[in-house]
């Protein structure tokens, strides 16, 4: 009664070429929901040690993080992440509900200029005051 196919192996890296739009979503999703559970984690982690101590010592490391180029950086990547995760969940719901279900390639493009923009546009907001 149940059919099996040939998947090919699991090690042929060279099948990324045969993705579609919708499996790099769906990869690019995954990836950027790991990324701002990791992010939180530490996050959590990292305030509620630095509250338990000298609150003026936690003013202090803030703005020296917050001095750093690099930070400014990752601030801007964690920014760009949480953008695409935001605009592919709202995309993947109206595909859910079957608005745009025959769109799917355009919007996933489309959420990917959008977050680039975003981003783009924001970068002189979390540059201000480096250089």
């Known amino acids: 009664m149940s059919q099996s ?3 090919g192996l699991i090690e042929d890296f060279g ?3 045969e993705f579609s739009a919708g499996m790099w ?10 990324v701002l559970i990791g992010y939180l984690f ?4 990292v305030l509620s040690t630095a509250t ?5 010592l936690y003013t202090q ?4 993080l917050e001095s750093l180029m690099l930070v400014r950086f990752l601030e801007v990547g964690l920014l760009a992440v949480a953008v695409f995760h935001i605009l592919n ?7 859910d509900l079957g608005v745009g279900l ?9 959420s990917l200029i959008l977050t680039g923009a975003i981003v783009v546009a924001s970068v002189p907001t979390f540059m201000h005051g480096v250089f």
């Open 89 to 95: 969940g709202l995309r993947l719901l109206f595909v």
């Open 25 to 34: 979503a769906w990869i690019f999703h995954k990836f950027t929901g790991w």
């Open 15 to 17: 099948r990324w070429r």
């Open 42 to 45: 530490t996050h959590i982690a």
């Open 102 to 110: 025959e769109a799917e390639d355009k919007s996933f493009y489309a």
């Open 52 to 56: 338990a101590s000298d609150p003026a």
């Open 5 to 7: 196919y040939n998947r």
């Open 61 to 64: 490391t803030l703005q020296g």
